[in-house]
Every structure is written in C-alpha cells, then in structure tokens.
C-alpha cells in the first residue's frame, strides 16, 4: 500500500474517532463535520491508490465519488448527498443557535451511525485495510 493511500485512511480513521469524541462531548454539529471529514478522506484514499500525486482537493463527497469511479449503493448516495449539503453549514454557520437545535443529538447519532456504515462499505468495495 502507497504511505499517501494509508496516511489517508489512518487521518479518515483519527476523524471518525474524533466524531465519537465530539458526540460524547455534545459538540453534535463537530460529529457532523468530522463525519464528513472522514468519508472525504476515505474517498481520496481510494483516489490515492490509483493516482500520481495528490487526489483533488475538493470537499464535494459526490465529486470525490465520481472521480474514484464508486457506484455508491442508493441509499448511501443519499447519505452522501445529505452530508454534503449540511457539511457547508457546519463549517460556516449563520445561525449558531439555530444549528444546534437542527443538528442534535439525534441526528447526530444518525449520521455517525451512517458515516461508520459507508466507511465500512468503501473499505470493502476498494479492499483497503486498516
């Protein structure tokens, strides 16, 4: 395995690890965050090991999908798309209060249980190991 292949799937690792931590702390928007931040890293591990160089920097998971040529399953490319779009308002919140309400502990718990069921899915269909 490339050292950038596992340098990306250990960071992908330390990020899910970190969303625990947050869930833990009730810091329920950083889970989403770190969640997202973790398939990313995933995603571009599974790039890394067809490429030359860096993968794309870019924090679209459908971009990053797209170009590792996965074939998400309908119910994870959901999942995708719905973390994509509420990855925005984590890192750029306009309404802190109003984002604690929608992203609690609930959700949370929902996208980190998603998140721990993708990851395992995109390590098995590229055959990546820890």
């Not at 931040?37 to 490429?51: G, P, Q, R, W, Y």
């Not at 797209?66 to 990855?87: C, R, T």
Request: charge should be positive.
């Amino acid at each position: 395995m490339k050292k950038a292949t596992k340098n990306w799937i250990d960071s992908a690792n330390y990020d899910l690890k970190t969303a625990g931590a947050m869930f833990l702390s009730k810091r329920y928007i950083y889970v989403i965050f770190m969640c997202h931040l973790s398939i990313e890293k995933m995603i571009k591990a599974i790039i890394s090991t067809e490429v030359n160089g860096l993968p794309p920097k870019s924090h679209s998971l459908l971009f990053l999908a797209q170009k590792a040529s996965i074939q998400l399953p309908h119910d994870l490319q959901e999942f995708i798309e719905l973390l994509d779009n509420v990855s925005i308002v984590t890192r750029y919140p306009e309404d802190l209060k109003k984002m604690s309400r929608e992203f609690n502990k609930k959700k949370a718990e929902e996208v980190y249980a998603m998140t721990r069921r993708t990851l395992k899915w995109l390590r098995q269909v590229s055959r990546l190991k820890d």
